[in-house]
T-cell receptor
Framework: DADVTQTPRNRITKTGKRIMLECSQT?????MYWYRQDPGLGLRLIYY???????NKGEISDGYSVSRQAQAKFSLSLESAIPNQTALYFC??????????????FGPGTRLTVL | KQEVTQIPAALSVPEGENLVLNCSFT??????LQWFRQDPGKGLTSLLLIQSSQREQTSGRLNASLDKSSGRSTLYIAASQPGDSATYLC????????????FGAGTTVTVRA
């Protein structure tokens, strides 16, 4: 089984709809992240969480919200989707302790299309 | 702000040729640098992680070097195979924000059989 899973893998929705993307991990990592990837651009950080009670905005958080339901679960919501939020979304995790400190591991991604 | 550049954006080589992928960054106060592979429709796979105190890391046919003073990293893939065709991304974190990765846009590699 994959260590970092994302659901759904693909989603098509309409402008104005509320959408939730979910991420789960079995790596036991304390840190989790949400990124988006647009064609020709690198990944950009939307939100990150150091633990269940520590959630922070990244560089492009406008129009997004998150929830860290448990150490293993981190959800991203688009309250009212708009077409320029069409992108590939990735969840990632890292461990704040140990030899692999801050090496990030990514899920398979969710392709979101907003019409 | 850390800027990460990968040139070229795309590369096509015949099978068996060695691949050289470049990554440059503007702020040399890095914490670590990570190379990823991305296959179409799939997530990122971590290939190599180089800590700021290291000069290189090796894994099988892959070797990544780091020169902080010049703001550069190079990923070498020896004896390329068609299965190496993918997009390769580098990402850098700074000491001031060691959790935050700044990504390059990637180099898309095609290895021709």
């Amino acid at each position: 089984d994959a260590d970092v899973t994302q659901t759904p893998r693909n989603r098509i929705t309409k402008t104005g709809k509320r959408i939730m993307l979910e991420c789960s991990q079995t790596k036991g990592h304390d840190r989790m992240y949400w990124y988006r990837q647009d064609p020709g651009l690198g990944l950009r950080l939307i939100y990150y969480s150091f633990d269940v009670k520590d959630i922070n905005k990244g560089e492009i958080s406008d129009g997004y919200s998150v929830s860290r339901q448990a150490q293993a679960k981190f959800s991203l919501s688009l309250e009212s989707a708009i077409p320029n939020q069409t992108a590939l979304y990735f969840c990632a995790t890292s461990d704040s302790q140990g030899l692999g400190y801050n090496e990030q591991f990514f899920g398979p991604g969710t392709r979101l299309t907003v019409l | 702000k850390q800027e990460v550049t990968q040139i070229p954006a795309a590369l096509s080589v015949p099978e068996g040729e060695n691949l050289v992928l470049n990554c440059s960054f503007t702020d040399s106060a890095i914490y670590n640098l990570q190379w990823f592979r991305q296959d179409p429709g799939k997530g990122l796979t971590s290939l190599l992680l180089i800590q700021s105190s290291q000069r290189e890391q090796t894994s099988g046919r892959l070797n990544a070097s780091l020169d902080k003073s010049s703001g550069r990293s190079t990923l070498y893939i020896a004896a390329s195979q068609p299965g190496d065709s993918a997009t390769y991304l580098c990402a850098v974190s700074l000491y001031s924000n060691d959790y935050k990765l700044s990504f390059g846009a990637g180099t898309t590699v095609t290895v021709r059989a």
